[in-house]
């Protein structure tokens, strides 16, 4: 499946979908003041699926999860929960779980009664309200922590309270915004692990989870929605944008891409001949989406090469390309080594290479990219 939203919105099996964004758009204040926070988005998440919604600060994937919870009202379009149109109802008759970055919980009730609280908002009797409230705890391994309140708690222990608030309604849709954004890189990692097993915990629950990280987004997700001004611009399953990015745009937030501009040259199957300045690479050609044409010999377009793809050696070898290092930034398992490549005055590479490397700024290098290993991304429509 190709990832053009105009061509493949749809998740991936023939059922009811369990969440229906139709054409939905939300504007904020009023007048000249007003601005369009979401533009015509149109979405569907399967039952039991996982869609991300990625994109930068102020895309409008906060505004999507909240018109789906109730938190604002879509000045045009449609939300849906399965076949039941949900727009008009208020947040409390929705039957969605949500779950926010700064885990909102009540700082004067204990752990239990945070929990217990969704439930009484919701009109669960009160005789299965201690069942719900054990089975949501220990389904986050907070069971030991009932009696404890949100001040007496770590970052991540209190978000484990806030999804298990979420999860005891028991809900059909589960909303996540930003869960983990609060938490420290360490802690975070380990929720991220939590997650997928609660994912798997719940076979049957529908999930949008906002992010603006797409290491969250490529671990969790079935499909990532990739979001940009208000607008969806891409959508596909996580290894089909890694691999296949259908825009520079997504190439870029999808794992820093080195975009490298070239021009098609031979094309046979998924395979071209590319020129990049005065040399030629063979590359990944991707079939292009449905109604684009194909990669015309002379096309201009772009090559995503990811940062682990490039080699750089002191010495020449067969392919290599001669480069100056520019800078080298050391993060832990690999160093980022960012290099000026001969004969493309206007593209920084950035390569990250194995352990910590030692190169000084302006040594002589030569780098290699592994033939096939990079992918061309069209430019049609990027700005
Ligand atoms: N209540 C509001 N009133 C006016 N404008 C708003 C309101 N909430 C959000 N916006 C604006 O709408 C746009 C989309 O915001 P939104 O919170 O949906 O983005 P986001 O992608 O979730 O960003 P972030 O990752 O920073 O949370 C932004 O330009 C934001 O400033």
């Not at 601005?35 to 869609?51: H, I, K, N, Q, W």
């Not at 938190?71 to 149109?85: A, E, M, T």
């Not at 309140?149 to 979420?166: D, M, N």
């Not at 809900?171 to 929720?191: I, T």
Request: neutral net charge.
């Amino acid at each position: 499946m190709r990832g053009s939203v105009s061509s493949t919105p749809t998740p991936p099996s023939s059922t009811t979908p369990a969440i229906t964004f139709d054409r939905v758009t939300v504007t904020y204040g009023r007048g000249r003041s007003a601005s369009e926070a979401l533009s015509d988005f149109s979405l569907r998440v399967a039952p039991g699926e996982t869609v991300a919604l990625l994109g930068p600060s102020g895309s409008g994937k906060s505004t999507a999860l909240k018109a789906l919870a109730g938190f604002v009202r879509p000045s045009s379009g449609r939300v849906r929960l399965g076949d039941r149109d949900i727009t008009d109802l208020p947040p409390a008759r929705r039957g969605i779980g949500v779950v926010v970055q700064s885990y909102a919980l009540f700082p004067h009730l204990r752990v239990r009664d945070n929990v217990a609280f969704g439930l009484r908002a919701h009109r669960v009797a009160r005789s299965e309200i201690g069942d719900r409230v054990t089975d949501a705890l220990s389904m986050v391994s907070m069971s030991a922590y009932a009696d404890r309140l949100p001040r007496e708690l770590s970052g991540g222990q209190q978000q484990r309270v806030a999804i298990a608030r979420a999860l005891a309604i028991r809900p059909g849709v589960l909303l996540l915004d930003e869960p983990l954004a609060a938490l420290d890189a360490a802690l975070r990692q380990s929720m991220l692990t939590e997650l997928q097993q609660l994912r798997a915990a719940l076979p049957d629950t529908a999930m949008l989870y906002v992010t603006h990280d797409q290491s969250e987004a490529l671990a969790l997700a079935d499909r990532v929605a990739v979001m940009r001004d208000a607008h969806l611009v891409d959508l596909d399953t996580a290894d089909a944008l890694w691999a296949r990015p259908p825009s520079t745009f997504t190439a870029a937030f999808l794992g820093g891409a080195n975009l490298v501009p070239c021009t098609v040259g031979r094309v046979s199957g998924t395979s071209a001949l590319v020129s990049v300045g005065d040399r030629m690479l063979s590359v990944t050609a991707p079939p292009r989406r449905v109604g684009a044409p194909d990669w015309a010999p002379g096309t201009s377009a772009m090559v995503c090469i990811r940062p682990h793809e490039i080699t750089v050696a002191a010495t020449s070898g067969h392919g290599s390309i001669r480069a100056r290092v520019t800078a080298t930034v050391w993060q832990g398992s690999t160093t980022r080594v960012t290099l000026a490549v001969d004969g493309l005055p206007d593209v920084l590479l950035d390569a990250d290479l194995p352990g910590r490397t030692e190169h000084d700024i302006d040594s002589a290098v030569w780098v290699t990219i592994a033939p096939g290993t990079g992918v061309l991304v069209s430019t049609n429509g990027a700005p």
